[in-house]
């Protein structure tokens, strides 16, 4: 059977339309999986929540090889200037400051000792299958993609809120300074998501283009579920067969 080419293309999605789009992945957001749900209604064991701020501590660690690999796939200086920032927030100005250093701090709130997260030996392989796969997108895909794949931020303010003051009131045994990376982040993320937001629906400029960027934060989102669902899975609960039932 003889295949008919088109030279037709797709409409372009408005700004709205494409913001639309974008925006309906929240749906499939990891606040909603069954591992938070248990999180924040203080079901969680002292053990459990030490497994979940262990491996969390890799997807943590590896956000600034993902944001410099979208650096080294940008040609554009004014992008890759205003992504510096990124990795600069996360491992700081030095050692004392940064997204991750205050992470550690909540790992020692916990209980665990800095030394053993750090060596990850505590990370599970699912949760660093989930996370080497995410840094890889970003390195091999186009930055216009890799950087969509983060407009999970356009998610995060709510969860964030939400995980304070459950923490605060569900395990007060936490000290409050180990509660300082959501505090932190709080008070960047709705900026940072705006301006990501912006960035992308200026910078994508087919219909292909939009599409790519849309299933680049669906596959972000599937990689924070797998990230839960591992976690889930090795402290009790369900895990990866909850996702077949969102």
């Known amino acids: 059977m003889a295949v008919t080419l088109t030279c037709e293309t797709e409409r372009l999605w408005s700004n709205a339309e494409f913001t639309d789009a974008l925006r309906a992945l ?11 749900q248990r999180l924040h209604d203080g079901a969680l064991s002292a053990e459990e929540l030490r497994l979940w701020v262990a491996n969390r501590w890799y997807y943590q660690r590896c956000l600034p090889q993902k944001d410099a690999a979208i650096v080294a796939n940008c040609p554009l200086p004014e992008v890759r200037r205003q992504w510096l920032t990124r990795i600069v927030y996360h491992d700081g100005a030095d050692t004392r400051s940064g997204g991750a250093e205050k992470w550690l701090r909540l790992a020692e709130a916990v209980g665990l000792d800095r030394a053993d997260v750090l060596s990850e030996r505590l990370v ?19 930055w216009l993609e890799a950087a969509a794949s983060g407009l999970t931020e356009l998610f995060s303010p709510g969860l964030l809120t939400h995980r304070l003051h459950r923490m605060r009131q569900h395990y007060p045994w936490v000290a409050e300074d180990g509660l300082a990376y959501f505090t932190a982040r709080i008070k960047v993320v709705t900026a940072e998501g705006q301006a990501l937001l912006d960035l992308v629906a200026g910078s994508a400029r087919t219909r292909a283009e939009q599409e790519a960027c849309v ?26 067969k909850e996702a077949a039932q969102r």
Do not use: I, M, N, Q
């Open 26 to 36: 929240g749906s499939r957001y990891w606040d909603r999986h069954p591992f938070h």
């Open 124 to 142: 599970l392989p699912g949760v660093r299958f989930a996370v080497d796969a995410y840094v890889g997108f970003a390195l091999r895909r186009p």
């Open 215 to 240: 299933r680049a934060l669906a596959f972000k989102c599937e990689v924070l579920w797998a990230v839960l669902d591992t976690v889930d899975y090795y402290s009790g609960g369900t895990g990866p």
